[in-house]
């Protein structure tokens, strides 16, 4: 498929390369979660039809958008129970460390991405608090995939959501946490690769309906 030459297409960048087989040493699940955004987000940039150069940009911010996990303890990362407020804060620091790390392999668009993947549209992400239009759409893309398939994906403390929870779930948080128009887009391809069409039973963009599935 489009999106996995995509995300497949990182091997030109050696150095990338080699960190997302670090990631995977310290922990595979993270390095699996990460080729699957790298593939959505391809497919994604793909269905805005922006040129090759930006799909591949997309593709490479959606697999090195976990690299800062290299430097948070394997006991965090997988911890089945909830993180104390030091815990979380330096889980949380992983998005900031990502940034620094692959800013000398990349280009800057895609070391922004790694970076501000936990920003959020309200300004209540982190690390900076950035909002709305101070988010490029490389970013944007990365953080719909990144939060779809951490919703689909089993985790130690909860189960994976259905496809039908996860859209419901996305749409509760578009235009707060994450870009509206780019939730359409990752409906509109995950509808279109299942048995059926989710979509159609979805609920109007507002009023929105809260799931009972959580990032």
């Known amino acids: 498929m489009r999106g996995n030459r995509e995300a497949a297409a990182v091997t030109r960048n050696g150095a990338a390369d ?4 670090l990631l995977g040493e310290h922990d595979l699940g993270s390095l699996r979660h990460s080729w699957r955004v790298g593939y959505l987000a391809g497919e994604m940039a793909a269905s805005l039809g922006v040129p090759a150069e930006e799909r591949h940009a997309a ?3 959606g697999l090195l958008h976990d690299v800062g996990k290299l430097g948070i303890p394997t006991s965090l990362l997988g911890k089945p129970s909830p993180l104390s407020e ?3 804060r330096l889980v949380r620091s992983h998005a900031s460390i990502g940034g620094l790390m692959v800013r000398p392999l990349v280009s800057a668009d895609v070391a922004d991405a790694v970076r501000d993947h936990h920003e959020r549209i309200d300004g209540g992400g982190y690390p900076a608090g950035l909002r709305g239009g101070e988010l490029s759409w490389l970013t944007r893309v990365v953080s719909v995939a990144d939060t779809y398939d951490a919703l689909v994906s089993q985790r130690p403390y ?3 959501c ?5 859209f419901l779930e996305l749409q509760r948080v578009a235009g707060t946490q994450l870009d509206g128009g780019m939730v359409e887009v990752l409906i509109e391809l995950e509808s279109a690769a299942g048995e059926q069409c989710p979509r159609l039973l979805l609920p109007p963009a507002r009023p929105r309906l809260r799931s009972t599935c959580s990032q």
């Open 18 to 21: 080699q960190l997302a087989a």
């Open 59 to 61: 593709a490479l911010a």
């Open 86 to 88: 030091e815990e979380a």
């Open 158 to 160: 909860r189960r994976g």
């Open 162 to 166: 259905s496809k039908l929870e996860a």
